[in-house]
């Protein structure tokens, strides 16, 4: 609504956001927000008719504050598709611990949260594009493997690509930052780009 005060909407995404992360996926309710925001519930819902609408919004605030299309820059000027398939991991790597508090509150309210659910699954959908971007890319090169189908590698990448991998590699495994980066580009390279090298 473009008459909505967006120092209100930010304190209230801000609020919503911060709850997330300290919340360990134990829920966030309308009215913790509100309180946390130093606003009445009823101001909330001037400007988020819905938590699943305010789930949804942190997400991108979020995106906001990380500078996502900033980041992604290097990705989207690719002059190839290897290029652009490396840029695209590193980017999407590095913003995981970033974002990871608040998306594994989310994972972890999604199966009985319908309105997290609906907030993490909008916001992968969209990890999803940027997968298909690079494999796309390697398509239109002629250096996308044979092994899979463009949609097939779609899938696989952003699957290798999930925040219960980083976290299970990373935090359960141990691993540093460049050594997960450095395998899931040469991984990815195998699996997609006719040669698995080519660079």
């Known amino acids: 609504m473009s008459s909505q005060n967006p120092t209100t909407r930010d304190r209230i995404l801000q609020a919503a956001m911060e709850l997330l992360e300290a919340s360990q996926g134990q829920g966030v309710r309308m009215g913790d927000v509100a309180k946390r925001a130093g606003i009445t519930r009823q101001a909330l819902y001037l400007h988020f008719a819905t938590r699943a609408e305010l789930l949804v919004a942190v997400t991108h605030y979020l995106d906001g504050l990380k500078d996502t299309d900033k980041r992604l820059a290097p990705s989207r000027a690719a002059r190839s598709g290897v290029e652009r398939l490396d840029a695209f991991?590193?980017?999407?790597?590095?913003?995981?611990p970033e974002i990871y508090g608040v998306g594994k509150a989310?994972?972890?309210?999604?199966?009985?949260?319908?309105?997290?659910?609906?907030?993490?699954?909008?916001?992968?959908?969209?990890?999803?594009?940027?997968?298909?971007?690079?494999?796309?890319a390697l398509q239109a090169d002629r250096t996308l493997s044979t092994d899979h189908t463009a949609i097939q590698a779609t899938d696989i990448l952003w699957t290798l690509l999930s925040v219960r991998n980083w976290e299970q590699l990373t935090i359960d495994c141990g691993w540093s930052q460049k050594k997960y980066v450095k395998t899931l580009k040469s991984l990815a390279r195998q699996m997609f780009v006719a040669g698995g090298t080519a660079g």
């Open 89 to 96: 991991i590193e980017a999407w790597a590095a913003y995981i």
């Open 106 to 136: 989310l994972l972890a309210m999604r199966d009985t949260d319908e309105a997290a659910a609906g907030a993490w699954d909008q916001r992968m959908q969209d990890m999803r594009e940027g997968c298909e971007a690079a494999i796309k």
